[in-house]
């Protein structure tokens, strides 16, 4: 039985906290944020977890968390 490959480009957006959720960064923070409050930019500099409902999904394409 061959080696499963992780997608590298999930591999580099998701980290695995200590009990074994999915931790994400927050979208819409890299352009146009003239027009974003300054709190709404603040808000998006924390990580968030990922949802349950695509935890199944991440855990195909990355075997090896």
Do not use: W
């Not at 957006?13 to 003239?34: D, Q």
């Not at 974003?36 to 990580?47: S, V």
């Amino acid at each position: 039985m061959p080696k499963v490959k992780t997608k590298r480009a999930a591999a580099k957006r998701f980290k695995v906290t200590g009990t074994g959720k999915l931790k994400r960064s927050k979208a819409y923070k890299s352009h146009i944020l003239t027009k974003k409050t300054t709190k709404r930019k603040r808000n998006l500099r924390h990580a968030a977890m990922t949802d349950a409902t695509n935890v199944k999904t991440m855990k195909k394409i990355m075997p090896y968390l």
